[in-house]
């Protein structure tokens, strides 16, 4: 009988289910995230719960393995939670384990391939996250910001964030999947807010709670994006290549064109 | 501050430092301090994009659009009727901070027209760059422009607070320049950017010893030149530029297509827009040479003075040197592969490490990411169409145009082109 492991969809679970592949000696059909679980009649289902040791064994192994520069690569390429993803890192996994060259280069092999492009989409959402998060000052000088990455990848911009506006308290939060991360002047935490006084569409603060010095500069900052144009050389294929539509709602300057 | 003001400023300066093609925040790795502000990211981010889709990285203004001198292709020139107006510092400095807490920039890019003498009006840029890094603890992207003719002490003041220098050679011939800005001169340019680069050299050998010395620009130097407003050849530009990477250590030549803002001035051609199709082509000839290993004598030669403006720099290199073609994928090495056309540094890099485990074949180049549109001509590996080699090369030039066209996808600001661009761009005889 094909066997079909699930796990509880966090990077943790999924190499719990690779440490229990290896132990049980089993070769899994698929391994899937338990909500997104669609019930398979011939095959057994089975649940395997995240385990931190066994995760951390693996992790240790995987990185020991792979070259400096893709050390991150499983991880990144697990974040883009791609239809099928699961199965092309353990073949990966698999790969990296039983050869004794650096697999993460051979770029014939589509997952292998695969598995460098979806990294790659993850951390160029990652720079956005670092390109378009726009902070507003609220009354008692927090720092917010309201956006929505495609990814979970706030969590990896963080430090930036916090080595470049140590002496200042921001949110950044993501609205899709309702969580953000509060920087203290000393550490992070992660937060959902339950009392929104934020519009949820473009994580604009409410009027009541906003600095009264903010809406002056956004619109300074409105008034040099306009100035700073040269309309002879327009280009708008270009400026959506770069920045991409669904992040306008939250820019300030792209509001009131 | 008051706010109309400021916002009048604003608008005016920023408009007039439009001008200025550089606006990236690379090549810096500046700490924060422990209660400081900002950082330098060495890849540089940028934050917005323009209609003209140009990157907003930097607060690109002018401490003040008053300027003494009469350069002709410059919008600021002192003939010119226009309304003027200057930042004080205190503004200056309260709009970058508050730009910067907001994530809006990466930092400041100050420029300036010349007021009273070139060392007066560094000693106000200097200012506000010290205030920023000594008044309120900030650590983002600076990047001055050094003022020509300014004195050695105020150009190395300014070294120590920026991130970045420049000083804009702007018309690539001497007599040309002499022409359109009888008050400047290559000395004037020269001067100071030679001081910057022995400064920057020094520092670094300074840096190996101490490791807290100071910095002093640490993200190099840049110049800008106009394209288009004089007779150069795209030779003359390429030769110049590669001359200035080589021997002033520059990190990046911009090229700005003219625009006819002055259209008054005789001294100028007439344009019928900006042309943006060989300032293209420049720059990708710049990329060859930085990243490709090009020389300038294998992108242009003596007897070809203008780049082929219907194909890129490295496809016309191909055309003309068919006996280097077709390469094997599978042996050739890296700069070899590099001058492929439709490969770029990533495809090749990705090439040299998957071919180690099996051969390829054109499938596995193409989902590597080799425009095979334009490199089958050009290759051999495992299986590819037959046939397809041994073109003459007029008959592979418009094949290839061909299958381009077929995509539908017209290049933009084509009109240029039905012109003999040669001839529209150069101005008069004088």
């Not at chain 1, 199965?87 to 384990?97: A, E, H, P, T």
């Not at chain 2, 030149?225 to 200035?244: H, K, N, Y």
């Not at chain 2, 299958?403 to 008069?428: A, D, Y």
Request: aromatic share 12%; glycine share 6%.
């Amino acid at each position: 009988m094909i066997q079909i492991f699930t796990y509880n969809n966090t990077f943790g679970g999924f190499l719990t289910v690779v440490f229990e592949c290896y132990r049980r000696g089993a070769y899994p059909a698929d391994i899937r995230p338990e909500a997104r679980m669609q019930r398979n009649v011939f095959g057994e289902h089975i649940f395997i719960g995240s385990d931190p040791g066994k995760a951390e064994r693996v992790w240790r192994g995987l990185r020991e393995k792979i070259s400096g520069k893709s050390r991150d690569l499983p991880f990144y390429a697990f974040l883009s939670e791609a239809e099928g993803i699961e199965m092309k890192l353990y073949r990966f996994i698999r790969r990296v384990f039983s050869e004794h060259f650096n697999v993460e280069t051979d770029f014939g092999d589509p997952d292998v391939l695969f598995l460098n492009q979806m990294a790659r989409k993850v951390k160029r959402e990652a720079m956005r996250m670092m390109q378009f998060v726009r902070f507003q000052r609220a009354k008692d000088g927090l720092y917010f910001c309201g956006i929505e990455p495609q990814y979970d990848v706030i969590p990896l911009v963080i430090n930036h964030y916090k080595k470049r506006f140590p002496g200042q308290k921001w949110i950044i939060y993501d609205l899709k999947r309702d969580y953000g991360i509060f920087y203290n002047l000393k550490e992070f935490q992660e937060l959902t807010i339950a009392k929104k006084e934020f519009d949820t569409l473009n994580g604009a603060l409410k009027d009541e709670v906003l600095n009264e010095e903010e809406a002056f500069y956004q619109n300074l900052w409105r008034v040099y994006f306009r100035n700073i144009n040269i309309k002879e050389r327009k280009n708008l294929r270009l400026q959506r290549q770069h920045m991409p539509q669904r992040f306008w709602r939250f820019l300030p300057e792209m509001q009131g064109q | 501050m008051n706010g109309e003001l400021v916002m009048k400023k604003l608008s005016l300066l920023a408009d007039a430092a439009k001008y200025d093609v550089s606006c990236v925040s690379s090549g810096s790795k500046r700490r924060n301090t422990v209660k400081g502000l900002g950082n330098g990211v060495a890849c540089g981010i940028c934050h917005s994009f323009t209609q003209d889709g140009r990157c907003v990285s930097l607060l690109k203004v002018l401490m003040t659009n008053h300027c003494i001198y009469d350069c002709a292709y410059c919008i600021n020139r002192r003939s010119n009727d226009r309304p003027r107006t200057t930042f004080t510092i205190k503004e200056l400095v309260r709009l970058t901070i508050n730009f910067y807490r907001r994530n809006y920039i990466e930092g400041l890019f100050l420029s300036s027209g010349v007021i009273k003498s070139p060392d007066y009006t560094m000693e106000q840029m200097i200012a506000v760059a010290k205030e920023l890094r000594l008044g309120e603890h900030y650590n983002g992207y600076i990047h001055l422009k050094a003022i020509p003719g300014a004195s050695a002490g105020l150009i190395r003041e300014a070294g120590f607070y920026a991130d970045r220098l420049s000083v804009n050679v702007e018309i690539p011939t001497e007599k040309e320049l002499k022409r359109l800005a009888p008050q400047k001169n290559f000395k004037g340019i020269f001067n100071p950017m030679v001081q910057i680069r022995d400064g920057i050299v020094a520092n670094k050998e300074e840096r190996k010893k101490f490791r807290e010395a100071p910095l002093f620009a640490p993200a190099g130097q840049s110049t800008q030149m106009i394209v288009g407003a004089t007779p150069e050849t795209d030779r003359q530009i390429l030769l110049f530029s590669s001359q200035l990477y080589q021997a002033q250590k520059l990190k990046r030549v911009y090229y700005s297509g003219y625009l006819p803002v002055n259209g008054y001035d005789k001294r100028l051609p007439a344009l019928p827009g900006p042309p943006l199709v060989r300032e293209n082509r420049l720059y990708q000839s710049d990329w060859l040479m930085r990243f490709y290993g090009f020389q300038v004598h294998e992108i242009l030669d003596e007897s070809q003075p203008f780049l082929d403006l219907s194909i890129d720099p490295k496809l016309a290199y191909a055309i003309r040197n068919l006996h280097l073609y077709p390469v094997d994928v599978s042996k050739a090495d890296y700069e070899m592969i590099l001058r492929i056309p439709g490969v770029g540094v990533q495809s090749a890099q990705r090439i040299i490490y998957a071919r180690r485990f099996r051969r390829l074949n054109s499938w596995h180049l193409q989902k590597i990411g080799v425009v095979l549109k334009r490199a089958k001509y050009f290759i051999t590996c495992n299986e590819l169409p037959p046939k397809i080699h041994g073109f003459a090369p007029d008959v592979l030039k418009k094949r290839i145009l061909a299958e381009n066209r077929k995509k539908g996808r017209e290049p933009q600001n084509m009109q240029l082109s039905l012109f003999p661009v040669k001839q529209m761009i150069l101005p008069p005889a004088h």
